[in-house]
């Protein structure tokens, strides 16, 4: 079983090609960060055309890496939500036609469920399990019960742990995406000289916060703009700022692993996912905290956590071995709850 995955929901154009036998045939990326720069941050319109001019060609290219032709094809995945919605449409949009014109299924892949089933694909990992989604748009804390099947847990009440990283890098005048700018200067700061706060440690529920952390952040780096911002100043509230995220993330799982583990006693693996947990320090933290409460953590290759068209591809396969396949009417979604009973705060995943 072969399945295409096409993924466009934020400003990165990528298609993949997977089997039924965790073999990726084909991982094609394109990011859009150059055309995106000047505006320390992604812009809907223009992710979307960019989307539309090269979507035809990556297919193509990606269809020659696997060195196969689009009758070898079992399906054709697409993430339909939640996303960004032009850019959303384009990828669907595309799948749509090729199952068409081919005769094959298509399906609509929830774009946070293909980040959570990204492990079961590099990991071959069993349900349940535990799984933090860090990204730019979302921080949830979810129980995987099954393929479409998840119990939240937490999300965050304002901003999303990628965004607070977006944020703060452009306060620094870092470049972007800011997770990876942040990453490479805090080695060489100091993460105690400046008491960021860890909003919503000390609760026992599981929810994020990181709209004050952010404007902490910024009253720090206003405090130091009369002096102008050198490199140590820089590297200091950055490594601060990674090192107060870390503290959040952990506490906030910790939470998380007693909750699972009433509801599941003998599970022992915790997943994370989405482009946040490609940050060293973040892996590491959680890491530490899993070898402490006697859990397995699973966190795909760097590659595999940031958008890509394999992890697509592959929620596609797990779907379509499950019957679970999508009429071409099905609409796209700029927002798509993993847990259709949980409750989100406004803007954390919203309505169907």
């Known amino acids: 079983m072969i399945v295409l995955g096409i993924e466009t929901s934020c400003d990165e154009t990528a298609i993949g090609l997977v089997t039924h036998k965790r073999e990726i045939l084909a991982n094609v990326v394109l990011s859009q960060l150059e055309e995106h720069r000047p505006f320390g941050g992604v812009v809907p319109e223009i992710a979307a055309r960019a989307h539309l001019d090269h979507i035809e060609g990556l297919v193509r290219r990606a269809m020659d890496e696997a060195g196969i032709g689009f009758e070898d094809l079992d399906a054709v995945a697409a993430t339909a939500g939640p996303g960004l919605i032009g850019g959303v449409m384009v990828g669907t949009t ?41 990204t730019g748009g979302h921080c949830q804390l979810l129980i995987a019960d099954d393929v479409g099947a998840y119990q939240l847990l937490g999300t965050t009440l304002d901003d999303a742990v990628g965004e607070a990283f977006d944020k703060v890098a452009k306060m620094l ?119 402490r409460r006697g859990m397995r953590l699973v966190v795909p290759p760097p590659g595999l956590c940031t958008d890509n068209g394999v992890m697509i591809a592959w929620a596609g396969v797990e779907r379509l071995q499950r019957g679970l396949t999508d009429e071409l009417d099905f609409k796209a979604r700029p927002r798509w709850p993993l847990d259709q009973r949980g409750v989100y705060a406004n803007g954390a995943a919203g309505p169907t």
């Open 94 to 134: 595309t799948a749509k036609a090729i199952a068409l014109v081919l005769g094959v299924p298509f399906v609509a892949v929830n774009h946070l469920e293909a980040h959570a089933l990204t492990a079961r694909l590099t990991d071959s990992i069993d349900f349940p399990f535990l799984v933090l989604l860090a």
């Open 173 to 291: 005048g870092l470049g972007f995406p800011g997770g990876p700018e942040i990453e490479r200067i805090a080695p060489d700061g100091d993460a105690a000289r400046f008491a960021f706060p860890r909003p919503m440690t000390g609760r026992p529920d599981c929810d994020f916060s990181f709209s004050g952390l952010k404007t902490a952040v910024r009253h720090a780096v206003a405090a130091l703009s009369d002096a102008d911002l050198g490199h140590a100043d820089v590297a200091d509230v950055a490594a601060s700022f990674q090192a107060a995220v870390g503290d959040v993330l952990v506490e906030r799982c910790a939470n998380a692993i007693d909750l699972f583990r009433e509801r599941h006693a003998d599970a022992r693996t915790l997943v994370a996912a989405g482009g946040v947990t490609a940050n060293r320090t973040v892996r590491r933290r959680l890491g530490e905290l899993a070898d």
